[in-house]
């Protein structure tokens, strides 16, 4: 038995509880082989919603997602994704999300090949729309991390030729996903057609968004990147078939097609619960589980945004792992996040007469966009700024700042919604702020600009519910600014710490190397309330001394995370190694370069 990750046993955890009863009634699980699974309907929809528990969960928050190490994170530690920020990833022997991705790409491709063999084949066309949509997500999350991987669209078994196969490019990799997600827009309901039991389910507008975000990816990929991370295909990586620059402004314009689609539907809304949250929304539609969780009362039932997401349950599936405890602790904003945010006049804070500076703690958190607000304060004490001598500078990875995004309501307290390990709120993957995102994006790489009524359909809705003013091509040229780095701005803090990883953008833009060689600071000290003030901030505690970097006000002394001394990304870090034992069952697997 070579090659373990092509090989599983039928697992029957039903996300969707509904099904389950009925699926169980059919066929004792005891009699439950792959020679009489597959052959009933229901068999079908209970495989299909087993899959969807192969979606990112909570426990993949430090390994895959979350911005953990990153260039907006100001928090060291070693190992993980910190490691690998900073370049230091090497070849491992083995690789869960390489193993698990193959793992569950077996179990859909066999749901798949066994419906090409039923009778009946209308009354499961759902299923198996479902099916092709998990088998796309599984690739794409594979071409993400890895580039080229081998191409498999038939379960396997221990003699299969495939196990032995050569990796495919990234491009042919693309075309199959690409392929499947078009399966799944034809045969997937639309969302307004799924009842409220099976929210959560694909729907025909998730298909077209998440089809948006893979073109979109690859298409700045080969538009920044190029095939420079593919390796020769001969010894090192992937290759580069079916490589088509012109795929690039085909990819964008599909884009900006699906994503309109979906905009235009009327099916979705920004969550904007702001005169009953205290303007605190972009808070509590990431911690949001029952009418206990927020202040307001309100529930899953009123989130219309996600679009795309991993769903929990208190009672069905709770997280499970430390989801309030590392969010809380890992999170924290670095001074790059922190100084990215806009006054309310709509301006840089370099730039704005609005900005208060840095002298007293509170004082950086005036006339701010509003997810500063939401984001950065104590969990404990949500919304409220905090004032001089709440945070002391004593080491301990506290370099000035709290996070409280994804952070259950009043963690720590005798009243909090919930324990951490018990969180239920679901994982956005693709939502409705991300798709306007994406719109703009589109745009502005195919045409280099967008028309002011392009950015109110878009860019301006996200900006309203921060608290922000429109912006205009006529705004941003007085002001001289310019449309991409505000759409590259609104997805930093707009997508902060989800699975839209900082990451994976500043890789497709081909920026990675630079950015993430830079020295990462915390809290500003000099002309501050810290400087020279022992009570509040002890020098020795931290493992490097505070060096000079530009800021809001000028060129001031702040705290350093990590210096860019030890930060060595490179273009050879922009694709993960293979594991090596998959290398030693198949002389034909090639490492990517670098590695």
Known sequence: MKKLIYLILPCFMVLFNSCQDEFLDLTPLSDITDDVYYTEA?????????????????????????????DLVGYFEAGGMQEYSRGETLSPINDNYYSDAYTAIRDINLLIERAAEYNGEASITEYVAAAKFHRAWQYFFLVQRFGGVTLVTNSLDVNSEELYAPRNSRYEVVAQIIEDLDEAIAGLPDELNISSDDKGKFSKEAAMAFKADVLLHEATWMKYVGTSTDGDGISTGAGSAGYDASNIIKYLQEVVTLTKAVMDSGTFELWNYDDALDGLSTNFLFNLEDSGSNPAGLDKATNREYILYSKYD???????????????????????????FLCTDGLPITDSPL??????????????????????????????????????????????????????????????????????????????????????EALYELNGALTDTEMDESINLIKARAGLPPISNAFLTANNMDIETEIRRERAIELYAESSSRYTDLRRWGIAETILGETIYGAVIEGTVYENNSTLYSPGSYNYSPETTTTGVGDLECLVVQPASIRNFSRDNYLFPLPTSQIGLNDNLLQNPGY
Do not use: C
Not at 316 to 340: E, I
């Open 314 to 340: 208190f009672t069905y599936r709770q997280a499970g792992t430390l989801v309030s405890h590392v969010y809380t602790g890992r999170l924290r904003p670095s001074r790059k996040m922190m100084d990215l």
């Open 42 to 70: 229901e068999h079908f929809l209970t495989g299909s919603n087993r899959f969807y528990t192969y979606l990112t969960t909570w426990k993949d928050d430090q390994g895959i997602f979350s911005d953990h190490g990153s």
């Open 355 to 440: 900005f208060e500076g840095y002298y007293n703690t509170q004082d950086e958190f005036q006339n701010r966009d509003k997810r500063m607000r939401s984001y950065f304060t104590h969990h404990q004490s949500l919304g409220e700024i905090p004032q001089t001598g709440d945070v002391l500078l004593n080491g301990t990875n506290n370099f000035g700042y709290f996070n409280s995004k994804f952070v259950t309501w009043n963690y720590d307290l005798p009243i909090a919604n919930r324990a951490t390990q018990t969180e239920s709120y679901d994982i956005p993957l693709l939502r409705l702020a991300e798709v306007y995102l994406m719109y703009a």
